[in-house]
């Protein structure tokens, strides 16, 4: 088990503090300069399993890409997940300062195979859903403690201030629909 628990940091700089780059996490950043969307995944590799995975199809060659991910052989949860609230890690906050678009990729303990929206940016967020519900996947409203309002969280702090926060249950980031997701998320 972990010594130092994410719950106890203020920001990232606490963080990075108590844990190693490259050892205990990595940090991937894919600029786009040709592209104002950023898709985020703040809790990837061990920390919400597949989260990155899903970030990086949805990103593809189009859209920039961040991801943070946990590299510890266990507890990365509760070592490393940075509430997104207070997700502030210094590349992350640049590549997102030149987007008008942000989607961040979570995960959630939903029952079955669905997505919870969130984040303030309500035009994309309407827009998501749409293609999600026409891919055949389940979508609803993200309850209030995974809404992803606040203007601090990680999915609005690009340009606009507005984005969208997915929150995607265990099932579906483990299911073959997660392709369907990928694909979806940005389509047109």
Avoid at 55 to 64: E, Q, S, V
Avoid at 171 to 185: C, G, M, P, W, Y
């Amino acid at each position: 088990m972990p010594s130092r628990l994410a719950k106890d940091f203020e920001s990232f700089a606490d963080l990075a503090a108590a844990y190693a780059a490259g050892q205990d996490y990595r940090i991937v950043a894919v600029p786009r300069p040709l592209s104002s969307t950023a898709i985020v995944a703040p809790h990837g590799g061990g920390i919400e399993a597949y989260t990155s995975d899903i970030a990086r199809g949805i990103a593809g060659d189009d859209y920039g890409l961040y991801v943070f991910e946990g590299l510890l052989r266990a507890g990365n949860f509760a070592a490393l997940h940075l509430s997104s609230e207070r997700f502030d890690e210094p590349e992350c906050l640049r590549m997102l300062g030149e987007c008008d678009r942000v989607v961040s990729v979570h995960g959630c303990g939903a029952p079955g195979e669905v997505v919870w929206l969130g984040g303030r940016d309500q035009a994309l967020r309407d827009a998501v859903f749409a293609q999600l519900r026409a891919a055949g996947i389940e979508c609803d409203d993200a309850p209030a403690a995974l809404a992803g309002a606040g203007p601090r969280n990680v999915c609005n702090r690009g340009r606009t201030g507005r984005g969208v926060q997915l929150e995607v249950s265990i099932a579906l980031r483990r299911s073959r629909q997660r392709t369907a997701l990928v694909r979806s998320a940005l389509q047109g």
